[in-house]
């Protein structure tokens, strides 16, 4: 079984749209989660980090439940440059960063 | 600091041929991690450091590879005797400890 699971899509949602991810982790004493972004052909690059209590940035709010070890990524107002891989990554107690295979999101005009 | 760098960008090498990369981590991240992506794949892990020493290698990493950080600083991450499967984006990403880590472009090897 994979450390990290995703749906990998592809999502293809309207300008405007409300989207959601989520993800699945297998180890439950893993430490960090966040969410990653990843253009085609491009490096990983930080969204946000994931907390307990839920957290907000802008138009994504990303939340956390221990107890189901799930993890979920909302995009409200979709915006065409939202179009990207998004990646689940969750951190074990040894620092380690696993990453799941990606939700390739698609926002079309 | 620019952040992490990797070079080089591209590589094109003949199978059975040796490869080196480079990986320059942000100056005060003391750990520093190498990770494999192939297409429609995320980030497989394939080792890491905290300063110089190698903490943790994959399974995926095998013998033909191996990975060094001498002086706690840049990484070089060599593959010998390249083969076709060898064919993959390679990323480093550095950070401290507890927190998110910054990948650099990585470095695209393809094995002809």
């Known amino acids: 079984r994979k450390e990290v699971e995703q749906d990998p899509g592809p999502f293809n949602v309207p300008e405007g749209a409300t989207v959601a991810f989520n993800c699945t982790y297998s180890n439950s004493a893993s430490q960090s989660f966040f969410w990653y972004r990843q253009d085609c052909r491009k490096e990983p690059k930080l969204l946000m980090s994931?907390?307990?209590s839920g957290n907000e940035d802008g138009r994504f709010t990303a939340q956390l439940n221990r107890a189901s070890q799930y993890i979920s990524l909302l995009i409200r107002d979709s915006k065409l440059s939202d179009s990207a891989t998004y990646l689940c990554?969750?951190?074990?107690?040894?620092?380690?960063?696993?990453f799941g295979s990606g939700t390739k999101l698609n926002v079309k005009p | 600091d620019t952040g992490v760098s990797q070079d080089p960008r591209h590589k094109i090498t003949k199978r059975g041929q040796n490869v080196t990369f480079r990986c320059d981590p942000i100056s005060e991240h003391n750990r520093l991690y190498w990770y494999r992506q192939t297409l429609g794949q995320g980030p497989e892990f394939l080792t890491y450091?905290?300063?110089?020493?190698?903490?943790?290698k994959s399974r995926l990493l095998s013998d033909r590879f191996s990975a060094e950080r001498p002086k706690g600083s840049f990484s070089t991450l060599e593959i010998q005797r390249t083969e076709q499967g060898d064919s993959a984006m390679y990323l480093c990403?550095?950070?401290?400890?507890?927190?998110?880590?910054?990948f650099g472009s990585g470095t695209r090897l393809t094995v002809v």
């Open positions: 990554v969750v951190n074990d107690d040894f620092n380690k960063f696993y």
């Open positions: 990403a550095s950070s401290s400890v507890g927190r998110q880590g910054d």
């Open positions: 450091f905290q300063n110089e020493a190698q903490l943790e």
């Open positions: 994931v907390y307990s």
